[in-house]
């Protein structure tokens, strides 16, 4: 297994521009998430899914979509890239959420920059 | 809202010494705690979960605590090595439906050879 794939590894954007990361994973989990992370913040919540078709938002939703239209995809939208976006984005999945005790398997992330 | 302190950004220890991380949070007691290991330029991994009616969990050199009653767990490395140096970060999870993680800032441990 791959496990947890993002794409790009690095990305520099121009403020406005709209681009999409790439998340996917081939552990056939259900539940998969984005996260930021900032220096000096721990992991933030940005969306998640808990299965294709669902979506809801997490801690920091703002100037960010997702679909989820397969399981093993889920792609994270910049609508009009801000230089606050500039930040290290995670994806993760795991079996199931909630009361299931799996534990959370992270992408190698994607490190944004927005001039 | 939940809160959760890793009080350390930083932590040095000596080789073969004993690395002890503490994690604080208020308000709710979470169903589970995890703990979780980031090296440089990757993404987090899981080393170990508790869950609220466990005191303590082992994993070949880690150990985990929990007390609901201080709202804290431990995490101890013993017989350190410089390949544990990383930055450690803990994971409140609060149950429910979706399953999402409340994570700490981190600390970051250098073991000195």
């Known amino acids: 297994n791959a496990g947890v794939t993002q794409t790009p590894k690095f990305q520099v954007l121009k403020t406005g521009q709209s681009m999409t990361l790439q998340c996917a994973q081939d552990m056939n989990h259900e539940y998969m998430s984005w996260y930021r992370q900032d220096p000096g913040m721990g992991l933030r919540l940005i969306h998640y899914?808990?299965?294709?078709?669902?979506?809801d938002q997490g801690e920091v939703p703002n100037g960010y979509n997702v679909s989820r239209s397969t399981t093993e995809d889920f792609p994270l939208r910049l609508l009009s890239a801000a230089p606050s976006q500039t930040s290290v984005y995670f994806c993760?999945?795991?079996?199931?959420?909630?009361?299931?005790?799996?534990?959370?398997?992270f992408g190698p992330g994607t490190r944004l920059t927005v001039l | 809202s939940q809160k959760i302190e890793q009080n350390s950004e930083a932590l040095n220890i000596q080789e073969g010494k004993t690395a002890t991380l503490t994690c604080n949070y208020t308000?709710?007691?979470?169903?589970?705690l995890q703990w979780y290991r980031q090296d440089p330029g990757r993404g987090p991994v899981f080393l170990l979960l508790?869950?609220?009616?466990?005191k303590e969990k082992r994993k070949e050199r880690l150990k985990v605590t929990f007390d609901t009653t201080l709202k804290q767990s431990l995490f101890h490395i013993t017989a350190s090595q410089p390949a544990d140096s990383a930055t450690y970060l803990c994971?409140?999870?609060?149950?429910?439906?979706?399953?999402?993680?409340?994570f700490g800032k981190g600390t970051k441990l250098s073991v000195k050879p």
């Open positions: 993760a999945s795991t079996l199931a959420g909630g009361t299931s005790t799996d534990t959370q398997y």
């Open positions: 899914s808990v299965g294709a078709g669902i979506t």
């Open positions: 994971a409140l999870d609060l149950g429910g439906s979706q399953g999402n993680l409340i």
């Open positions: 508790i869950r609220e009616n466990e």
């Open positions: 308000n709710y007691s979470p169903a589970y």
